[in-house]
């Protein structure tokens, strides 16, 4: 059965400091993976994605993955926060295939002071 | 941007009680789901609902929830006698089909946060 871990449960961060979110997956096939965030009192909005290629992805806000497939990892990282990145983390993972579900983690609160 | 729409925004609801939680996908969308949040724990599968049935669900799915597309437009889930463990934000989500990565289209709604009193 696939599972990912976050290993991160709370992470508190000042401003500009630079950020880097760990994220493991367990799924013998090929997967999909997506790093989700959720501001406060606000629904899930998607961060980045990866299906295939180029294993560093680039996605919105400034925000980077890396997937090192020998080490089923997908680590979130920034290179300097701000006080609006304040949010939960959640790292996802799905089989390439039609339809399946989307298996979260248990997510990562990040705290930003400014 | 397409959005997946999600009402109510907040339903509050007696134990015992049924309550619908309506969804409505994006239109082109053939994939549809709901997911569940508890409070300070992480987002649970709940089903995945294609081509008018389900095609996957978690064991959290029991006899207690069913799902509904009544017509062209609304995705429904039902829970049928709630429970006070029942409260949690529920997403509904949708995708494509079709050619792969189909995932490029998941997206999310806005959640209905569901408490039981």
């Known amino acids: 059965a696939q599972s990912v871990s976050q290993h991160n449960h709370h992470v508190i961060l000042s401003e500009a400091a630079s950020l880097e979110l760990g994220c493991n997956y367990s799924y013998g096939g090929t997967v999909n993976l997506f790093w989700y965030v959720q501001y406060p009192g606000q629904h899930l909005q998607l961060l980045l994605k990866y299906f295939s290629g180029d294993p560093l992805v680039k996605g919105i806000k400034g925000f980077e993955a890396e997937f090192i497939k020998s080490k089923f990892s997908f680590n979130l990282r920034k290179p300097s926060v701000q006080w609006s990145d304040t949010a939960e983390y959640f790292c996802?993972?799905?089989?390439?295939?039609?339809?399946?579900?989307?298996?979260f983690g248990k997510g990562t609160t990040l705290s930003v002071s400014s | 941007e397409p959005e997946v729409t999600q009402t109510p925004s907040h339903q509050v609801t007696q134990m015992g009680q049924e309550v619908i939680l309506r969804c409505v996908p994006i239109s082109n969308h053939l994939y549809f789901y709901w997911y569940r949040q508890i409070l300070g724990q992480k987002v649970e599968f709940l089903v995945s609902?294609?081509?008018?049935?389900?095609?996957?669900k978690s064991e959290i799915f029991d006899d207690q929830f069913s799902v509904e597309r009544p017509d062209g437009s609304n995705f429904t889930l039902k829970i049928r006698s709630t429970k006070l463990e029942d409260s949690a934000m529920y997403f509904c989500?949708?995708?494509?089909?079709?050619?792969?990565?189909?995932?490029?289209?998941?997206?999310f709604g806005s959640g209905t946060r569901l408490t039981v009193v």
């Open positions: 989500a949708s995708s494509e089909a079709g050619r792969l990565p189909h995932n490029y289209g998941y997206t």
């Open positions: 996802a993972v799905n089989a390439n295939q039609a339809g399946t579900a989307l298996i």
């Open positions: 609902f294609y081509n008018n049935e389900i095609s996957e």
